[in-house]
């Protein structure tokens, strides 16, 4: 995710609430939602050196390319990098807060509310299935 927020900067202002919540999560978030506050338009070079200026190191290109995102891979259809981008950005951060909301059902029994959950769970790495999946048409 954060290789493809330097990729495509202008997701960070897009996501900026979803981030600011990831930050929780890991927080490498925080040094780019830092260079978001700055208020100047960002681009990838300089949030690489922000990153390695904070001791953030990202895969190498050619590991990125290897890796099934389209938001990661070089030449991609802007529409479909950042569909699966938005799509991988909302799975990490509610993935564990979903997981956490299905075992507090269990614990209160409340099957109709697990379903939901789990439900919730299987659209968000469907969501991101379908969209990683289009890159190989």
Do not use: C
Not at 48 to 59: K, S, Y
């Amino acid at each position: 995710i954060l290789s493809g927020l330097v990729q495509w900067p202008s997701e960070i202002a897009r996501h900026i609430d979803y981030l600011v919540r990831a930050a929780r999560l890991d927080p490498r978030f925080d040094v780019l939602l830092d260079a978001q506050d700055r208020g100047v338009a960002l681009e990838s070079a300089q949030l690489e050196a922000i990153l390695a200026d904070n001791g953030v190191t990202l895969p190498p290109p050619d590991r990125s390319r290897r890796l099934a995102y389209p938001f990661v891979r070089p030449g991609m259809e802007r529409e479909l990098a950042t569909g699966a981008l938005a799509a991988a950005i909302e799975k990490y951060v509610e993935e564990p807060a979903i997981d956490a909301a299905i075992e507090a059902a269990t614990v209160r029994q409340d099957h109709d509310e697990q379903q939901r959950l789990r439900l919730r769970k299987h659209s968000l790495g469907e969501r991101l299935r379908e969209l990683t999946a289009r890159q190989e048409v």
